[in-house]
């Protein structure tokens, strides 16, 4: 997997001050989509053990309240195959941060089983995700009065609450 960018104290993608991964690859291709240059998967630069370690170290600081995976797209199945192990190590070495996702995609349409995103790994990079923040951006339904998504039609989902009961609980 390619990554195109970190953000180091970034406060626009998700509660409190974050560190943000853009990872590249989108198959989605919103019109109007703020960063088409991560839609190539091969843009930026690999995601290597340092940079995980560089991402982890970010974290540490108390004033740091998480990390936020976008894009591209994070649930796309090449970047899901990197993100999983990445995310297991990161929960293990800062169990009190939370995680929030941004995807293009549909979560009880494209990624449960027999969804157009779901593999093997789909479940499990959920189960690391505290906040998912769902489905594509529409530049007709964009608003700069919405908390933490582009257009309206976007959810930003609690998984925490979807997971326990499998009930989608909006929280913005």
């Avoid at 923040?133 to 998984?159: E, H, T, W």
Wanted: glycine share 8%; charged share 25%.
């Amino acid at each position: 997997m390619n990554y195109s960018g970190i953000k180091f104290c970034d406060i626009a993608n998700g509660t409190g001050v974050r560190t943000v991964l853009f990872v590249s690859g989108c198959r989605n291709h919103c019109e109007g989509c703020f960063q088409p240059e991560t839609w190539d998967f091969s843009n930026g630069e690999p995601f290597t053990e340092e940079t995980e370690n560089r991402i982890i170290d970010s974290l540490f600081p108390s004033y740091i309240k998480g990390l936020t995976l976008l894009g591209g797209d994070p649930m796309e199945p090449e970047n899901q195959k990197a993100l999983l192990p990445f995310l297991q190590r990161m929960k293990k070495s800062c169990p009190n941060k939370d995680v929030w996702a941004y995807t293009g995609y549909i979560l009880e349409r494209d990624l449960v089983p027999g969804g157009k995103c779901y593999t093997e790994d789909t479940a499990e990079m959920l189960s690391h995700i505290d906040v998912l923040v769902d489905g594509p951006y529409i530049a007709a339904q964009y608003s700069i009065m919405l908390k933490f998504k582009g257009s309206s039609n976007q959810r930003v989902i609690d998984c925490r609450h979807y997971r326990n009961t499998g009930e989608i609980k909006e929280i913005m």
